[in-house]
């Protein structure tokens, strides 16, 4: 059995807590991990303040961090697949996507590592003739980030980066879902050298860690990814320090398919866009809404598709879809598939847990055409797709936009201008036209609605990691005059 170890003000520590991790495919124990309790939080923060503010860190040029940065990028691409088959055995993500995903991830930390150094401030021309007025931007301070255990390395990546890039300290806190990845992570940022108390990373549970660390008074932004729930519990915690929030949480993504559209290309993204991690993604594209007249015909290439997809093993290259995360996960999509066919959705195919060992669950078509079913508003998790079809472009656009969320969209046509228009009018904060899911570190990635605000890639989330200050420097050489004397 592995044990694993948080890193704290550049040390690895036991703890006093430890939990067990379950591998997904097995349902058995495989690996110890250490419960980080208020203690330990309070020692990580009090460690990424004085670090901020007394230590090396702050000495850094901002070339420095980025030279930082670019080393952290390389250890990142030599141990990725090592990195990799931690993520797959703690969280069941298939081999071939961590593989790729974390390969890309170094690609983010060279991004912001180029960034460190570009981050400017500004000469305001103030309408005072004695006054040269300045813009400066300084790291927003401490920040407290929480990530899921889906992609945590990616999820992390496009947090920890501009934050360094912006010069600020951090504490990390994994999910305990999963926190193997983020744990083996804390061993490049020591072997990169990036001074103690930069970068902490703990995992553990609810008010003794989480909410500890969102809450704390040292704490000046709060990162977060995960469910809404969730979310509005880190607000909340946020009342006490007062400290700035960027959420990025779930969706309902749309997936609108036009009878004009290469209908194998679409159904090629479509798989992609809701089977790919198993379904485990906040930008899945789970309500398909296609064209009336080319549904049946876009229905059977998606079942033929799905019927063909590989489970397995997440280690074995072959597979292509591997277990849910978690027990509570499989109980989840299990319920919610069961209680939408109660509702009239018409099953299409999978649906049905399989037999045997693993949190295993098949990609799932449900036909929802003219029924209320939740499957249409709750978000899964999972990898299952939810059918409606549509006669115009604007019933098209108003299924689309009959979500609380707003994250992503895909738009399948042929027509630029249509395409133009629903670009336009979809309410959410990313849409992608005759493809799904592609990303980078130069584009902002975020949502509306319970989807949550603020954009994580590209410059202005570095910029999101600070804040400006105001100097003012009177030019003139003669004395202020006295307030109170009248001239």
């Given at each position: 059995?592995?044990?694993?170890?948080?890193?704290?003000?550049?040390?690895?520590?036991?703890?006093?807590?430890?939990?067990?991790?379950?591998?997904?495919?097995?349902?058995?124990?495989?690996?110890?991990?250490?419960?980080?309790?208020?203690?330990?939080?309070?020692?990580?923060?009090?460690?990424?303040?004085?670090?901020?503010?007394?230590?090396?860190?702050?000495?850094?040029?901002?070339?420095?961090?980025?030279?930082?940065?670019?080393?952290?990028?390389?250890?990142?691409?030599?141990?990725?697949?090592?990195?990799?088959?931690?993520?797959?055995?703690?969280?069941?993500?298939?081999?071939?996507?961590?593989?790729?995903?974390?390969?890309?991830?170094?690609?983010?930390?060279?991004?912001?590592?180029?960034?460190?150094?570009?981050?400017?401030?500004?000469?305001?021309?103030?309408?005072?003739?004695?006054?040269?007025?300045?813009?400066?931007?300084?790291?927003?301070?401490?920040?407290?980030?929480?990530?899921?255990?889906?992609?945590?390395?990616?999820?992390?990546?496009?947090?920890?980066?501009?934050?360094?890039?912006?010069?600020?300290?951090?504490?990390?806190?994994?999910?305990?879902?999963?926190?193997?990845?983020?744990?083996?992570?804390?061993?490049?940022?020591?072997?990169?050298?990036?001074?103690?108390?930069?970068?902490?990373?703990?995992?553990?549970?609810?008010?003794?860690?989480?909410?500890?660390?969102?809450?704390?008074?040292?704490?000046?932004?709060?990162?977060?990814?995960?469910?809404?729930?969730?979310?509005?519990?880190?607000?909340?915690?946020?009342?006490?320090?007062?400290?700035?929030?960027?959420?990025?949480?779930?969706?309902?993504?749309?997936f609108i398919v036009f009878a004009d559209a290469d209908l194998e290309s679409a159904a090629n993204a479509q798989v992609a866009g809701i089977f790919a991690a198993t379904g485990q993604s906040c930008v899945a594209g789970s309500r398909l809404i296609v064209e009336r007249s080319i549904k049946e015909a876009f229905l059977s290439i998606l079942k033929r598709k799905a019927e063909a997809i590989r489970i397995g093993s997440p280690l074995d290259m072959m597979t292509e879809v591997g277990p849910?995360?978690?027990?509570?996960?499989?109980?989840?999509?299990?319920?919610?598939?069961?209680?939408?066919?109660?509702?009239?959705?018409?099953?299409?195919?999978?649906?049905?847990?399989?037999?045997?060992?693993?949190?295993?669950?098949?990609?799932?078509?449900?036909?929802?055409?003219?029924v209320n079913s939740p499957s249409l508003t709750d978000e899964f998790f999972g990898p299952v797709l939810s059918v409606v079809s549509f006669e115009t472009e604007a019933e098209a656009l108003r299924l689309a936009n009959d979500t609380r969320y707003g994250l992503a969209s895909g738009v399948f046509t042929q027509n630029l201008t249509r395409a133009h228009r629903l670009m336009k009018g979809i309410r959410a904060g990313v849409v992608w036209v005759n493809t799904y899911r592609a990303v980078?570190?130069?584009?902002?990635?975020?949502?509306?609605?319970?989807?949550?605000?603020?954009?994580?890639?590209?410059?202005?989330?570095?910029?999101?990691?600070?804040?400006?200050?105001?100097?003012?420097?009177?030019?003139?050489?003669?004395?202020?005059?006295?307030?109170?004397?009248?001239?």
């Amino acid at each position: 059995m592995q044990r694993f170890q948080y890193y704290i003000d550049g040390e690895f520590l036991d703890g006093e807590a430890r939990f067990q991790s379950i591998d997904p495919a097995t349902g058995n124990v495989w690996a110890e991990m250490p419960e980080a309790r208020e203690a330990d939080v309070d020692r990580a923060v009090n460690a990424a303040e004085r670090t901020l503010y007394e230590g090396p860190w702050a000495k850094l040029t901002a070339t420095q961090r980025g030279k930082l940065l670019y080393k952290l990028a390389d250890l990142i691409a030599a141990n990725a697949q090592k990195l990799a088959e931690l993520e797959t055995r703690d969280t069941g993500k298939i081999i071939r996507e961590t593989s790729a995903q974390i390969a890309y991830v170094a690609d983010y930390y060279r991004y912001y590592a180029g960034i460190a150094d570009k981050i400017e401030g500004s000469y305001l021309p103030i309408d005072k003739p004695d006054m040269d007025v300045w813009l400066r931007r300084e790291p927003i301070g401490v920040v407290a980030m929480v990530v899921p255990w889906n992609s945590q390395l990616f999820l992390s990546a496009v947090k920890i980066g501009p934050a360094l890039a912006a010069g600020c300290t951090m504490v990390v806190k994994a999910s305990e879902d999963g926190p193997a990845p983020l744990l083996e992570f804390a061993r490049l940022v020591h072997e990169a050298g990036f001074p103690a108390g930069v970068v902490n990373i703990i995992t553990g549970f609810g008010p003794a860690c989480g909410a500890a660390l969102g809450r704390h008074p040292k704490v000046a932004h709060i990162a977060f990814t995960g469910g809404p729930e969730t979310a509005r519990h880190v607000v909340r915690n946020s009342a006490e320090n007062l400290a700035s929030t960027s959420l990025e949480l779930g969706g309902k993504s749309p997936f609108i398919v036009f009878a004009d559209a290469d209908l194998e290309s679409a159904a090629n993204a479509q798989v992609a866009g809701i089977f790919a991690a198993t379904g485990q993604s906040c930008v899945a594209g789970s309500r398909l809404i296609v064209e009336r007249s080319i549904k049946e015909a876009f229905l059977s290439i998606l079942k033929r598709k799905a019927e063909a997809i590989r489970i397995g093993s997440p280690l074995d290259m072959m597979t292509e879809v591997g277990p849910l995360a978690t027990k509570r996960q499989q109980d989840h999509v299990a319920a919610l598939v069961e209680k939408s066919i109660r509702s009239g959705a018409r099953l299409v195919t999978g649906g049905q847990r399989p037999d045997g060992v693993g949190y295993y669950f098949p990609p799932t078509i449900l036909d929802c055409d003219g029924v209320n079913s939740p499957s249409l508003t709750d978000e899964f998790f999972g990898p299952v797709l939810s059918v409606v079809s549509f006669e115009t472009e604007a019933e098209a656009l108003r299924l689309a936009n009959d979500t609380r969320y707003g994250l992503a969209s895909g738009v399948f046509t042929q027509n630029l201008t249509r395409a133009h228009r629903l670009m336009k009018g979809i309410r959410a904060g990313v849409v992608w036209v005759n493809t799904y899911r592609a990303v980078s570190p130069i584009a902002p990635f975020g949502g509306f609605g319970l989807s949550g605000h603020g954009r994580e890639g590209g410059l202005a989330a570095a910029l999101d990691y600070t804040r400006t200050k105001t100097i003012w420097l009177r030019t003139s050489d003669d004395p202020i005059p006295d307030p109170f004397v009248m001239r």
